[in-house]
């Protein structure tokens, strides 16, 4: 009975792990880009305080239609930038956020999505974009 329950556990970790989709990383996200060759969509938001970056999570990110369609073929990282106190993140993750700020996003943009090829060039960038999930769906596809 424990072995079962065990088994099931640990399989049920690794299709877990096996299906993520977002990550905290930018290490991890590349590493998981070149073996899956899916492309990485960064997002630099503003999740307590950037209106058109709350609309875009709540509009589109979060969605059940995007998360499917993410979970088939993408790599999420959000390097957000939160203001209130009780968001902050932690000093490394901080870190790692003004990092690929510097690199990805030097004018400060928010939102600004943009789209890696495995190989770290961008594919597409953009700001705030009234779509749909379904939309986006499409305009990241082309």
Known sequence: MIKQLLLTLFLGIGLTLQAQSTFDSFDEIVATSNETNKPILLIFQGSDWCAPCIKFERNVWST???QQFAEENLLILKADFPRRKSNQLSAEQT???KELA???NPNGYF???LLLNPDLTVRKS?????LDPAQMIDFLSE
């Open 64 to 66: 059940p239609t995007f």
């Open 95 to 97: 870190l790692q956020n």
């Open 102 to 104: 510097e690199r990805y």
């Open 111 to 113: 939102p600004f999505v």
């Open 126 to 130: 953009f700001s705030y974009m009234d």
